[in-house]
């Protein structure tokens, strides 16, 4: 079983559409959570840490279930810009990667 | 601008040859970091750095070398034992390499094996 797991999509949406991402992860001491979006052939890019009572940034909401080892990412009212491959990031004393969702939002 | 470089963008390896990726960063950072990612898959660490003159093994060391002489500066050396070099490398710093703070990326470097 990989350390975390993302559904690699894609996910195609309509511009406007709510879309969410989950993310498993295998290590139940794992510290802290982050989501990191990834362009086309682009370095990844922090998006928004995730905090236990969950947070939310402009569109964005990220949400964290340590009992059932997931976190989510919302985002609403998608926008062409926000298509990308987007990461779930787990930090077990090291930051494990995921293999990251891709977002295509459509016209 | 404080930042993270890395040099080349596109780098190409024959066969036999030792190639070293260049990264620099001014954000006067402690931890450095030398990621692998190739297509479908997550990042994996190859070494890192949490201070000047030390470095450590990650996941996939093996076929890779790199030096932390200085503080802005960790090249990583990929040596004729790598197999299968090609792919996208990134490097990465963070304030430092103990808690749970963010780590932030260079461009990157596409090595491709001629």
């Known amino acids: 079983r990989k350390e975390v797991e993302q559904d690699p999509g894609p996910f195609n949406v309509p511009e406007g559409a709510t879309v969410a991402f989950n993310c498993t992860y295998s290590n139940s001491a794992s510290q802290s959570f982050f989501w990191y979006r990834q362009d086309c052939r682009k370095e990844p890019k922090l998006l928004m840490s995730?905090?236990?009572s969950g947070n939310e940034d402009g569109r964005f909401t990220a949400q964290l279930n340590r009992a059932s080892q997931y976190i989510s990412l919302l985002i609403r009212d998608s926008k062409l810009s926000d298509s990308a491959t987007y990461l779930c990031v787990v930090n077990t004393g090291k930051l494990i990667f995921g293999q990251g969702t891709t977002l295509q939002v459509k016209p | 601008d404080g930042g993270i470089t890395q040099s080349p963008k596109y780098l190409f390896r024959k066969e036999g040859q030792n190639v070293t990726l260049s990264c620099e960063q001014n954000?006067?950072?402690?931890?450095m970091y030398w990621y692998r990612q190739d297509p479908g898959q997550g990042l994996r660490l190859i070494y890192y750095s949490q201070i000047v003159n030390d470095f450590q093994k990650g996941d996939i060391a093996e076929g890779y070398s790199v030096s932390r002489e200085k503080k802005e500066s960790f090249p990583l050396t990929v040596t004729s034992a790598q197999k299968n070099p090609t792919a996208f490398y990134l490097c990465?710093?963070?304030?430092?390499?103990?808690?749970?703070?963010?780590?932030?990326f260079g461009p990157g470097t596409r090595l491709l094996v001629l």
């Open positions: 990465a710093s963070s304030v430092d390499g103990w808690g749970q703070e963010t780590q932030y």
């Open positions: 954000l006067n950072h402690d931890a």
């Open positions: 995730v905090y236990s």
